[in-house]
Nanobody, 125 residues
């Protein structure tokens, strides 16, 4: 069984930065790609970023490209989301998720098998 636990959320002013972490349990972490999603109040959950199993390939939503960076440390079973130049529209609950396999990439929720409980990010104007 895989468990994902996010941390690092909080309140930050526009233009500021936050770094989210997602710690994974289980033996499959290093064999699976990972993703970050977010859900703003009153909106559907949306894709943010994806990273390959090795960390060598990344993929971003257009809305965060150039501002957010996804990375991972397989030795620590942890995936990160560095968020810079934050905007009020980045306010959301952020979730990490484990992709269904080692290869490929997707922004579709149903291709991710395990999800964390989420961490709140609030950006004030």
């Amino acid at each position: 069984q895989v468990q994902l636990v996010e941390s690092g959320g909080g309140l930050v002013q526009a233009g500021g930065s936050l770094r989210l972490s997602c710690a994974a349990s289980g033996r499959t972490f290093s064999r699976c790609a990972m993703g970050w999603f977010r859900q703003a109040p009153g909106k559907e959950r949306e894709f943010v970023a994806h990273i390959s199993w090795s960390g060598g390939s990344t993929y971003y939503a257009d809305s965060v490209k150039g501002r957010f960076t996804i990375s991972r440390d397989n030795a620590k079973n942890t995936v990160y989301l560095q968020m810079n130049s934050l905007k009020p529209e980045d306010t959301a609950v952020y979730y990490c998720a484990q992709y269904r396999s080692k290869y490929g990439r997707s922004r579709k929720e149903d291709t991710y098998d395990y999800w964390g409980q989420g961490t709140q990010v609030t950006v004030s104007s």
